[in-house]
């Protein structure tokens, strides 16, 4: 797969993908267990939708978010996090210096294996790992076919969102079990049709192209909706593990 640049594009609609992604459930939370007082490090945060959980829960946040533009969101609705100028295969981290990674919707923009080596480098042993990813529950039929619009079907440099993360099981990490979380978000057409607008394989393609999209969402929501809004099925899902002690 050829990288064409994409992740670094999110930046040209920062505001729309703070305004128009989802956040992660309040059910999350219970998922990540007691964080309170903990070093946590983000690792591609975007404009913040999880930061902001971690930060509730009382984590002292420590953030790396290569895209300029996405970061400067993130500051805003969260000043006091501490910035890490750098990227997953080289974080500027002294080794042990974590008790929890989380990577929300970013570990396929990842090259691996470097990006797993340094999370593991950085967490202490016992560190726990939350890769995971928050999106529409594509087991639904109708959602799963609303999905297949936002993909260009010649688009061979598309990279899938994923469903876990999948580890060496002689590797830096230990104790790997997926999870799910499902839940229900409510939001008006015109959201939806605009959250379509913030995908990558949307950002890359023509005003034309965009608009074409647009209006096919439209449509398949308008089959859906009750009084203007849809009730959108939604899964948190994805891998946690723990550092193996060194």
């Known amino acids: 797969m050829r990288d064409d640049g994409r992740g670094l594009k999110f930046g040209t609609v920062a505001e729309s993908y703070d305004r128009y992604r989802p956040g ?3 059910e999350a939370a219970a998922l990540l267990g007691g964080v ?4 946590v490090l983000e690792v591609g945060a975007g404009t913040g939708k999880f930061t902001r959980l971690l930060i509730e829960l009382g984590a002292h946040v420590s953030i ?3 895209d300029d533009d996405m970061r400067r969101v993130l500051l805003r609705r969260s000043p006091d996090v501490s910035v890490l100028h750098g990227r997953a295969e080289e974080l500027p981290a002294a080794e042990s210096s974590f008790d929890v990674v989380v990577s929300s919707s970013a570990w396929h923009w990842f090259i691996q294996p470097d990006a797993t080596n340094e999370m593991a480098r950085v967490l202490g042993d016992d560190g726990a790992l939350f890769v995971l990813w928050n999106g529409f529950s594509r087991d639904v039929p109708w959602m799963a076919e609303l999905t297949k619009l936002r993909q260009r079907p010649d688009d061979a440099n598309a990279r899938p969102r ?4 999948p580890f060496d099981p002689d590797g830096p990490f230990v104790d790997v079990r997926d999870v799910s ?8 057409i015109d959201d939806v049709v605009a959250l379509f607008g913030t995908y990558s394989s949307a950002i890359i393609q023509s005003d034309e192209n965009r608009q074409t999209m647009g209006r096919e969402v439209r449509a398949r929501l308008m089959e859906q909706a009750r009084n203007g809004a849809v009730e959108l099925p939604m899964t948190l899902r994805g891998s946690t593990a723990r550092r193996r002690p060194r």
């Open 36 to 39: 309170a007082g903990l070093e």
């Open 181 to 188: 979380l499902d839940w229900a978000w409510t939001r008006t």
């Open 24 to 26: 992660p459930p309040e």
């Open 162 to 165: 994923g469903w876990n993360a």
């Open 64 to 66: 790396v978010e290569p």
